[in-house]
Antibody, heavy 118, light 107 residues
Framework: QVQLVQSGGGVVQPGKSLRLSCAAS????????MHWVRQAPGKGLEWVAI????????YYADSVKGRFTISRDNSKSTLYLQMNSLRAEDTALYYC???????????WGQGTLVTVSS | DIQMTQSPSSVSASVGDRVTITCRAS??????LAWYQQKPGKAPKLLIY???NLQSGVPLRFSGSGSGTDFTLTISSLQPEDFASYYC?????????FGQGTKVEIK
């Protein structure tokens, strides 16, 4: 079945780096745009980044621009989010999501928690 | 950036009630609007896409309407499994943005 399985979260000190992964299965990964969305504890959803199906273009939320990098390896059907210069306000549950037709997020990964704390 | 404003932020309702949630965009987004349901500890689930299209497998009691700047999600007869948070999301232009969410609680 169509599935996104995430890994790579954890606790990290401010200013440090972390990389999240999102492994896709059950569909042709290389034909879909992919996104990262995050949710701070007790808060709503915040869109983070998008990467085109072939990696040719990327776009970021202002809150992470210059610090986060979205990438993909279509040969491994895997999406990544490299997070540098992490701040306390980056603490959140991070979700990867496939952009299905009609600009919809479906499915979503299970989420991975990133905690930025000294 | 396009701002999405949902109302109400929370609603208390009983099983069988009709519940309506509205979402207003700060500028026109055509029909590029989706609705998601999120239960505690779970990833969001797509309910409605392109403003009024029901995602496969979603019960018929859910419906969406609207275009331009004003949109509505309606649950025609609330069921116990519908108590959750609901988010609208615009996909007209980057950055895609979400509403702040509406929590549907048991009355």
């Amino acid at each position: 079945q169509v599935q996104l399985v995430q890994s790579g979260g954890g606790v990290v000190q401010p200013g440090k780096s972390l990389r999240l992964s999102c492994a896709a299965s059950g569909f042709t990964f290389s034909t879909y745009g992919m996104h990262w969305v995050r949710q701070a504890p007790g808060k709503g959803l915040e869109w983070v980044a998008i990467i085109w199906y072939d990696g040719s273009d990327k776009y970021y939320a202002d809150s992470v621009k210059g610090r986060f990098t979205i990438s993909r390896d279509n040969s491994k059907s895997t999406l990544y989010l490299q997070m540098n210069s992490l701040r306390a306000e980056d603490t959140a549950l991070y979700y990867c999501a496939r952009e299905d037709g009609s600009r919809r997020f479906d499915p979503w990964g299970q989420g991975t928690l990133v905690t930025v704390s000294s | 950036d396009i701002q999405m404003t949902q109302s109400p932020s929370s609603v208390s309702a009983s099983v069988g009630d009709r519940v309506t949630i509205t979402c207003r965009a700060s500028q026109g987004i055509s029909s590029w609007l989706a609705w998601y349901q999120q239960k505690p500890g779970k990833a969001p689930k797509l309910l409605i896409y392109a403003a009024s299209n029901l995602q496969s497998g979603v019960p018929l009691r859910f419906s969406g309407s609207g275009s331009g700047t004003d949109f509505t999600l309606t649950i025609s007869s609330l069921q116990p499994e519908d108590f959750a948070s609901y988010y609208c999301q615009q996909a007209n232009s980057l950055p895609w943005t979400f509403g702040q969410g509406t929590k549907v609680e048991i009355k």
